[in-house]
């Protein structure tokens, strides 16, 4: 089964694309797939998405333009880039909120090798452009060295320790064994085929088909106990196709549902969870139905949906949520009087 494509990483590629093949002109367009982690195929759709990209008109030499000769032999050459070949200008406000955001991740992925390098040198580069002030977009501004993060050898994180594993089955494309808990604190141990690692700015996810609920699902990586590489190779599996009907809460022998509105800031939920049905109104929010496999399921899903959520339909479902909420508050609770 194919993973779904998310919308952001395929913006984010078709943005870094121009500019990374300005930098390697001529360059095999399987050169180019191994760089972005994709397949051949996906950069030659993502170039003949970028050739009728560009400014309003259309005409000649208002599109990104690549050189047909080359894209015929197999490389990748830009004849007219757009200004897209030119690395992006950051405002002092958006090259901190990155600076932060890297902070996190950072911190997510303190163990991974593979990540390590590019995280330590966009931070580097990144500080370095707010004391400097090197662009006309971007304030001076000194960043002491403490915010960059410190190396700490040896240390060793359980999510950092499932990260890597998720990543070798992934690449190894072999079953795992995860001992999960999700957002209601419900303990349990399944089988699943990993599909691919997902991120919101917030916490990785793994998509996964799940072999006892016979479903595709998401695990939030802090949430995995354990991850256990099996001998067992993964297997795709083809999602059962549903039906458009009416948005009732719960049909009868069928699973239950949840009509859920969301904030702009949701749409990851949209990307991560199949939906029987989506509608986005004009200012932006999103109105999705989801089912869920049982229903304490579906009050993991509101809760983990947190601020991104708008309103929660049925009303009995939103108490729940609450009173889960409410239950996990007083676990953390010293005993100290509350102000």
């Given at each position: 089964m194919m993973a779904r494509v998310s919308a952001s990483d395929q913006l984010a590629r078709l943005l870094a694309l121009p500019a990374w093949v300005a930098d390697n002109p001529?360059?095999?367009?399987?050169?180019?797939?191994?760089?972005?982690?994709?397949?051949?195929?996906?950069?030659e759709r993502d170039v003949n998405t970028l050739w009728v990209s560009g400014l309003p008109g259309g005409l000649h030499g208002d599109l990104v333009d690549f050189d047909a000769v080359d894209f015929d032999a197999g490389r990748l050459r830009l004849a007219e880039p757009l200004g897209l070949d030119r690395p992006v200008r950051l405002t002092r406000?958006?090259?901190?909120?990155?600076?932060?955001?890297?902070?996190?991740?950072?911190?997510?992925?303190?163990?991974?090798?593979?990540?390590a390098a590019g995280l330590t040198s966009t931070q580097q580069a990144l500080t370095d452009l707010l004391a400097a002030g090197a662009s006309n977009d971007v304030d001076a501004m000194a960043v002491p060295r403490a915010a960059l993060p410190v190396e700490r050898p040896g240390h060793s994180t359980r999510t950092a320790q499932v990260l890597g594993?998720?990543?070798r089955a992934l690449r190894d494309k072999r079953r795992l064994h995860l001992v999960y808990v999700s957002a209601?604190?419900?303990?349990?141990?399944?089988?699943?085929?990993?599909?691919?690692?997902?991120?919101?700015?917030?916490?990785m996810t793994l998509v996964a088909w799940c072999l006892s609920a016979k479903a595709e699902r998401s695990f939030r990586l802090d949430r995995i106990e354990s991850a256990q590489l099996l001998d067992t190779p993964a297997i795709r599996?083809?999602?059962?196709?549903?039906?458009?009907?009416?948005?009732?809460?719960?049909?009868?022998?069928?699973?239950?549902?949840?009509?859920l509105t969301l904030r702009p800031t949701g749409r990851w939920l949209v990307e991560q969870i199949p939906c029987v049905s989506q509608e986005e109104t004009a200012d932006g929010s999103l109105?999705?139905?989801?089912e869920g496999r049982d229903r304490a399921w579906l009050v993991g899903l509101v809760l983990s949906?947190?601020?991104?959520?708008?309103?929660?339909?049925?009303?009995?479902?939103?108490?729940?949520?609450?009173?889960?909420a409410e239950r996990a508050l007083a676990s953390y609770d010293t005993g100290t009087e509350r102000r």
């Open positions: 001529g360059v095999s367009i399987e050169k180019a797939a191994e760089h972005f982690g994709v397949t051949p195929a996906v950069i406000q958006e090259a901190i909120s990155l600076l932060m955001a890297l902070r996190v991740l950072a911190d997510l992925l303190a163990d991974d090798e593979a990540s594993t998720v990543r209601t604190d419900t303990p349990s141990e399944r089988d699943v085929d990993p599909i691919t690692l997902k991120s919101d700015g917030s916490h599996h083809r999602s059962p196709r549903r039906k458009a009907g009416p948005e009732t809460d719960r049909s009868a022998g069928d699973r239950p549902r949840a009509r109105r999705v139905v989801v949906a947190g601020r991104h959520l708008i309103a929660v339909e049925p009303a009995d479902l939103a108490q729940d949520a609450a009173a889960a």
